[in-house]
């Protein structure tokens, strides 16, 4: 380009944006004078704590606020066009066809009552002028094109019956089906494991050469940041607190919050000698130095297992044939242990642990809690086996109940099981939520008045109202920006040292499994395919596909970037088996004491 051409006008131009929310009479502003650009080709990334106003500026830019609850003041231009003007039969147009938007929480942004296959067809007929045969076949491919195995067996079907990364990959093929201009992604890979979100990264890096995508990435995940985007500003109670170059900003951070931000980070191979899980560091945000966390003590050798799994299997048939969700599955947890589950999504991670809760019912094998088989339990023991063993949910919306404010929520159980009158249990939810680093006013508030990573913190604190002995915790932290995932996290093995607890920790976070965990299983295709204790497994990993997990963890440095490993090209295989199929007997090799990695067949 001539050094006298005009620079090409911004897709994106964010000015002076202000969006404030009617509190009573009053309005009360969450988002302060934001100004950012995003260009042809660039992406910007936001980040910040849950609650700094990141998602609502997305979601003012899309004009999807409340018209009557909220008011945006300031310009938002779409290739200088005011989308703050626009009547709203004109923002459906641009919604979806000029801007893709990829949501937070893909259950409550999929229609339930149609199949995968309607919506998506739908938005090519609305914005692409396909007929319905042709928006079909296109479906088709990109739901391959996000690595959704059995992508046309699976058109058929409804959401709840995709796991949650599966549900956020075909909110992703959505957003990009119509080769928006623009591509707002609201934590677009936080319900996927990093192998999976490693193929997101390069599919929206290709499309945005192909198409010159602006690209709007939200996000608390700094490998991420560091991987892919061009700038980055960083949020903080509603205000721009720094913006620049990615690289300048990691290098050389200006302010105190963004230096607590980026050493929050939990790194993969920080752990030292540790043999257990070891706390995060702790940050002091007014200067954002770090101090290393320290190491919690080890598990009690010899103590009998709180939850011993033997022989699990969970299978649903189709019209077409049987999905093996999790085949032959063993483990034992102890108390005070930490046992991670990783795997990429739709692997079985989640329905191992909803089978282990009897919020499934197994096919075959064994779950004995305390020494009791859960099969032949009757409906008080369940009861009673309640109280020792919780779980935390992966999507905290759809487990919290919309009509029940956020202390009534968390009190539900301790009244339910009738452990404290309601005076009692009112200063335990209390107590509760300043645990879990909420103020204990919200209790009179709605989960719809939280942000994401606010709601989890609520689904953790109803958790531990019973004062379990056994927590599953699916994804706990996933949706928590790194400050608040450390301080959680901490706060979880606090609890654990405290209350002897054991978890079983399903997450595809491999930083945060290294922190977490006394020993690490990976699945892949519903079967464990490597098992042993957290440094057997992260500094000799002996599966394939244990490497290509650790392979694929983001760094935090945008010096490394480039780093991850290439896109796959080789066919997604699927668990998904004829109704005759009999699955070959897994064998196992000792590798090291106590670290297992399966032969192949």
Request: aromatic share 4%.
């Amino acid at each position: 380009m001539d050094a006298l051409s005009p620079k090409a006008e911004p897709v994106l131009s964010v000015e002076k944006l202000t969006t404030s929310f009617r509190t009573g009479r009053d309005w009360r502003s969450v988002v302060r004078d934001i100004s950012f650009t995003v260009d042809a080709g660039e992406t910007v990334a936001i980040v910040g704590e849950s609650g700094s106003g990141k998602s609502v500026t997305a979601l003012s830019a899309m004009r999807l606020l409340p018209a009557d609850k909220a008011r945006c003041e300031g310009r938002i231009l779409l290739e200088g066009r005011d989308l703050l003007t626009l009547s709203e039969k004109e923002m459906r147009q641009v919604r979806g066809g000029r801007i893709g938007m990829i949501f937070q929480e893909p259950m409550t942004s999929l229609n339930p009552v149609f199949t995968i296959g309607n919506q998506l067809a739908e938005a090519l007929v609305l914005h692409r002028d396909l007929s319905w045969r042709e928006a079909e076949e296109e479906a088709v491919r990109i739901m391959e094109r996000v690595r959704i195995p059995a992508a046309r067996a699976r058109l058929s079907e409804y959401p709840h019956k995709f796991s949650g990364g599966m549900r956020q990959r075909v909110m992703i093929a959505m957003a990009l089906a119509c080769r928006p201009k623009l591509l707002i992604a609201d934590e677009p890979t936080t319900a996927l494991d990093v192998t999976i979100q490693a193929e997101i990264l390069h599919l929206v890096r290709e499309l945005q050469r192909e198409e010159n995508m602006a690209v709007l990435f939200i996000t608390h995940d700094m490998g991420v940041v560091a991987e892919i985007a061009d700038r980055t500003v960083v949020m903080l109670r509603g205000d721009m607190v720094e913006t620049g170059r990615t690289d300048e900003i990691f290098r050389a951070p200006r302010e105190p919050y963004t230096r607590a931000l980026l050493a929050s980070i939990p790194r993969l191979g920080t752990m030292g000698e540790a043999f257990g899980p070891k706390r995060f560091p702790a940050v002091d945000p007014a200067t954002g130095v770090a101090e290393d966390g320290r190491e919690t003590r080890p598990v009690i050798a010899g103590a009998p297992p709180i939850l011993d799994v033997a022989n699990l299997s969970v299978r649903f048939d189709l019209p077409n044939g049987r999905i093996h969700a999790v085949e032959d599955v063993s483990f034992a947890l102890k108390p005070g242990e930490t046992l991670s589950l990783v795997g990429e999504s739709g692997c079985g991670k989640s329905t191992t642990g909803r089978a282990i809760m009897r919020l499934l019912t197994p096919t075959a094998g064994a779950i004995r809690i305390e020494g009791e088989d859960l099969a032949t339990a009757g409906a008080a023991r369940m009861r009673a086996m309640r109280r020792t063993a919780q779980m935390i949910f992966q999507d905290p919306f759809a487990s919290l109940n919309p009509r029940l404010s956020v202390g009534a929520a968390i009190a539900e159980p301790i009244l339910s099981h009738k452990l404290m009158d309601k005076g009692a249990a009112k200063a335990r939810v209390a107590d509760l939520l300043q645990k879990v680093g909420l103020s204990p006013d919200v209790a009179t508030r709605f989960p719809h008045e939280f942000s994401g990573g606010q709601r989890q913190r609520i689904s953790i604190a109803r958790a531990l109202a019973l004062e379990p002995r056994l927590i599953v915790a699916d994804e706990a932290v996933s949706a928590l920006d790194v400050s608040v995932k450390a301080q959680v996290a901490n706060l979880l093995l606090d609890l654990q040292e405290e209350m002897d607890l054991a978890y079983l920790f399903i997450s595809h976070d491999m930083a945060v499994v290294e922190r977490m965990s006394h020993r690490v299983a990976v699945m892949y295709l519903g079967e464990i395919v490597e098992i042993g204790p957290r440094r057997a497994i992260f500094d000799n990993p002996s599966h394939p596909y244990t490497r290509r997990l650790i392979e694929a963890v983001p760094l935090p440095d945008p010096e490394r970037r480039g780093h991850l490993p290439p896109a796959l090209t080789e066919e997604i295989k699927s668990p998904l088996r004829p109704l005759d199929y009999v699955p070959p007997k897994r064998r196992y090799a000792e590798v090291s004491d106590g670290h297992f990695v399966a032969l192949p067949n």
